[in-house]
C-alpha cells in the first residue's frame, strides 16, 4: 500500500472542521477542534517535505562551508561536510540537521565579526531560503 | 452545564460561600478558550440571592509563561485602583492547593465585550474599527505616561530595571537559549543584532503590559473596549516597549494593518499624542525587533512545554510551530535587506 499521510491528515482535518467543530457544544470545545484543525493541517503540510526540506538546509549550510574553507577558523566545522544522516528517519534526519544549524550559527557570528559583508550576505540569502522552505500555508491565528 | 466542569464550579462555589460567609450557589459554569497561562472559566453564581458573573483563573499544570500568580493578580490590583485602565475587578487570590488542587484567583466578570481577534473582522465591527483602534493606543498612550510613582505599591512587588532593553534582552534570549529543542540561527542573528545596537536607556520608565495585543482585551460591537486582559507579564519598563509590541505583524493577518485595525503609522500618531511621547525611530527599530525575538522566545517555551510537559493543550503545539514559523520570517522580513517583505516591513517609517 502507498501511503498518503498529507492527504489523509488533510481529510481528517476536514472531517473535523466540517463534521465535528459546528456541532461542539461549548465555545471552549469549538476553540480546541480549530485549534486541533490547524494542527491537522500543519502536521499534513509537514509530513510529505520534513525530510526533504531538511536535507536541503544541511546541503546548502555543507556548500557554504565548502565554498569558505580555506578561510575558516574552526576545522571542526568542516567536519560535516562529508556527513549523511545514520537513516532516512526523520529523528537521525533532524539530529544532523540541527548539527549543520548549530555550525551555521558559529559561521554567522564569525563572519560578522570579521566584518565579512559578502559571506554575511550569503548567510543571510541561505536563511531565507531555509525559512521559505519551512514555511506553513496556513493562516495566522 | 457541562459535567466535566461541575465539581470545579460546586467547588468554587462551596469555597466562595465559606469565605464570604454568604449562601453560594452555582448556576453554570463555561471554560473559556484561550488561556495558555491559566486555565479560565466563567462562572455564573447566586450570591446572596443575587445572580454574580466571576471569572476563575486557575494554574495549570504547567503553563505556555513562567509567571507568578500574584504579581498578575497585584498588577490587576493596581491598575483597577487606579483606573489607569479598564480591568477586572480581582477579588481573591488563593495560593493553597486545598479548594481546587491548584492555585486560583477570581475577577469579577466584564459581562459586555468579547477578547475574539477573528470577530474583529466581522463587517459589523466596519464602522467601529477607526473608534476601536484610537480607544487601544490612547489607553496604551495613557499608560505610557502615567508615572510608575502614580501606581501606589508597584514598585513593592515589581522591580525598577536600570536598563530595561539590556534586562530584557538577556532574560528572553536565555528562554530561547534554554528552551529551544533545536538551534535557531534566525534568533541567534536577532540576539546579535539587538546586543549590537543596544540603546542606552532612555530615562522614561512605565508599567508595561508586556502582552497588550489583540486577544488580550475586551470589545464591544460600539468599538468600546471594556477590560485589558492577561496581566501576567507586566512589568516596569520603557514605554516603547508594549508599542512595538502592539504592533507586532503577528497579531494581524494583514501585513500593513496594526491589530487588525488601523495601520501602524495610524497608531503610533494616536499613541504619541495620548503618551507626549515623541518616538525616536532608532531607539523603535529596536523595540521593534526585540518584540519579535520575546514573541519567538513565547513561542520556543510553549513548544517546549507541549513536548516535555505535561500540559497537552493544542494551543501549545500550535504556538511552537506555524507561530515560531512565521515570526522567523517576521525577523527575516526586519534584518534581511533583501527579503521580500510579505509581513513586515523592515523598519517603521515615521518621518
Known amino acids: ?141 | 452545564m457541562e459535567p466535566r466542569l461541575k465539581p470545579l464550579g460546586q467547588a468554587t462555589a462551596d469555597y466562595l460561600q465559606q469565605i464570604w460567609s454568604k449562601p453560594c450557589g452555582l448556576v453554570d459554569i463555561k471554560q473559556i478558550p484561550g488561556g495558555a497561562s491559566r486555565e479560565t472559566y466563567r462562572l455564573k453564581l447566586q450570591i446572596d440571592g443575587e445572580a454574580s458573573g466571576l471569572i476563575l483563573r486557575r494554574d495549570p499544570p504547567s503553563s505556555l509563561i513562567d509567571t507568578e500568580r500574584h504579581h498578575e493578580f497585584n498588577t490587576y490590583r493596581t491598575v483597577f485602583q487606579t483606573g489607569v485602565m479598564p480591568v477586572p475587578e480581582p477579588l481573591i487570590l488563593e495560593e493553597d492547593h486545598a479548594a481546587l488542587e491548584r492555585p486560583f484567583s477570581i475577577m469579577r466578570e466584564i459581562a459586555n465585550g468579547q477578547a475574539s481577534p477573528a470577530g474583529l473582522d466581522d463587517p459589523a465591527m466596519d464602522a467601529c474599527r477607526e473608534r476601536l483602534g484610537r480607544t487601544k493606543w490612547t489607553l496604551l498612550g495613557r499608560l505610557a505616561s502615567t508615572p510608575i510613582s502614580d501606581l501606589p505599591g508597584l514598585t513593592d512587588f515589581m522591580p525598577v530595571p536600570d536598563h530595561p532593553e539590556a534586562e530584557n534582552l538577556a532574560y528572553w534570549a536565555d528562554v530561547i537559549r534554554s528552551d529551544s529543542l533545536h538551534p535557531q540561527p534566525i534568533a541567534e542573528a536577532a540576539f546579535r543584532w539587538l546586543e549590537r545596537n543596544l540603546p542606552e536607556p532612555s530615562g522614561k520608565l512605565c508599567l508595561t503590559h508586556g502582552d497588550y495585543r489583540t486577544g488580550n482585551y475586551l470589545y464591544t460591537a460600539s468599538g468600546e473596549i471594556t477590560g485589558v486582559l492577561d496581566w501576567e507579564m507586566a512589568h516596569i519598563s520603557d514605554p516603547l516597549e508594549d508599542l512595538a509590541w502592539s504592533l507586532d505583524p503577528l497579531w494581524s493577518p494583514q501585513p500593513a494593518i496594526a491589530g487588525r485595525l488601523m495601520t501602524r503609522l495610524e497608531a503610533v500618531g494616536i499613541w504619541q499624542t495620548a503618551s507626549g511621547i515623541q518616538i525616536d525611530p532608532i531607539r523603535f527599530k529596536w523595540w521593534q525587533i526585540f518584540a519579535s525575538v520575546k514573541a519567538l522566545a513565547i513561542w520556543t517555551s510553549s513548544n517546549e512545554d507541549y513536548v516535555n510537559g505535561t500540559t497537552k493543550e493544542p494551543i501549545l503545539a500550535l504556538a511552537g510551530w506555524p507561530l515560531m514559523d512565521r515570526q522567523s520570517r517576521i525577523l527575516m522580513d526586519r534584518l534581511c535587506g533583501d527579503n521580500q517583505h510579505l509581513i513586515a516591513e523592515p523598519v517603521l517609517d515615521l518621518s
Open chain 1, 1 to 141: 500500500m502507498m501511503p498518503k499521510p498529507q492527504a489523509t491528515l488533510t481529510s481528517i482535518a476536514m472531517r473535523i472542521a466540517t463534521h465535528i467543530l459546528p456541532v461542539a457544544e461549548s465555545e471552549y470545545a469549538q476553540a480546541d477542534a480549530g485549534l486541533i484543525t490547524q494542527l491537522l493541517m500543519t502536521a499534513a503540510e509537514d509530513f510529505e517535505r520534513a525530510v526533504d526540506v531538511r536535507m536541503q538546509d544541511i546541503q546548502d549550510i555543507q556548500e557554504v562551508l565548502r565554498i569558505h574553507a580555506d578561510q575558516l577558523p574552526n576545522p571542526a566545522w568542516l567536519e560535516i561536510l562529508d556527513k549523511m544522516p545514520v537513516s532516512w528517519k526523520l529523528s537521525d534526519v533532524s539530529a544532523l540537521h540541527d548539527e549543520a544549524l548549530a555550525i551555521l550559527i558559529e559561521l554567522h557570528a564569525w563572519a560578522e565579526g570579521l566584518g565579512d559583508q559578502s559571506l554575511n550576505r550569503e548567510i543571510w540569502h541561505l536563511l531565507r531560503i531555509h525559512s521559505e522552505r519551512h514555511k506553513y500555508a496556513l493562516p495566522p491565528i
